[in-house]
């Protein structure tokens, strides 16, 4: 399936839907010049389609059997994902990582199909910034099981020293990004 195409439209999508050009405050408490509601895409159908189209194929080389992240920033791409993975004939259920753990039943961190301990997973969000939501579902996939092959965003928004943290605790698992900030800002800021 060609990927290029759909990284193109879904480009323009981020630009037109997403991108909001104005002094913002960022969950870090920092503020900006801009902010990217990726969920403006991913709640729409044809983005959808196409971010689960494109994060399927470029996680795909990791071989994970599931697809998760921390709610609700993950939700739309999570399920995303697990459609395109279905409908190119393989299975990857789809996980949410809660906030909190669940305060009754089995009080679980997990929400979906159980994760089998020593399953291969892919952990995946919307926005990068800091990296707090990626570690902290990479955290607790691990505390279900889960072993992380690979991890993906939406969007990089390229800060905060986002990316080196994440990466330092997916070890040596790749962590891609289907968009960087200035990618979509097309301007440089």
Same mark, same amino acid.
């Given at each position: ?73 993950? !939700?739309? =791409?999570? +399920?995303?994902? $697990? /459609? ?6 393989? *299975?990857?259920? %789809?996980?949410? @990582? ?27 969000? !919307?926005? =990068?910034? +800091?990296?707090? $939501? /990626? ?6 996939? *691990?505390?279900? %099981?889960?072993? @992380? ?35 979509? /800002?097309?301007?440089?800021?």
């Amino acid at each position: 399936m060609p990927v290029e195409p759909d990284r193109d439209r879904l480009l323009t999508m981020m630009r037109e839907l997403a991108l909001t050009r104005e002094s913002v405050r960022l969950s870090s408490g920092r503020r900006s010049t801009h902010y990217f509601d990726a969920r403006q895409v991913l709640l729409d159908p044809e983005g959808a389609t196409l971010a689960g189209r494109i994060g399927f194929e470029t996680i795909r080389p990791s071989a994970p059997g599931a697809v998760g992240g921390l709610t609700l920033g993950a !939700d739309p =791409l999570v +399920s995303a994902i $697990s /459609l395109a993975a279905w409908a190119a004939g393989e *299975r990857w259920n %789809g996980f949410l @990582v809660r906030k909190d753990a669940k305060p009754h039943g089995l009080q679980q961190w997990l929400e979906g199909p159980f994760i089998e301990e020593g399953a291969p997973v892919a952990v995946v969000d !919307d926005v =990068l910034t +800091s990296g707090g $939501s /990626l570690r902290t579902a990479i955290e607790r996939t *691990r505390q279900a %099981g889960g072993v @992380v092959v690979a991890a993906l965003v939406v969007v990089d928004r390229e800060e905060d020293d986002g990316r080196a943290r994440v990466e330092e605790v997916l070890g040596g698992a790749p962590l891609h990004a289907i968009f960087t900030a200035s990618e979509i /800002l097309g301007d440089g800021g």
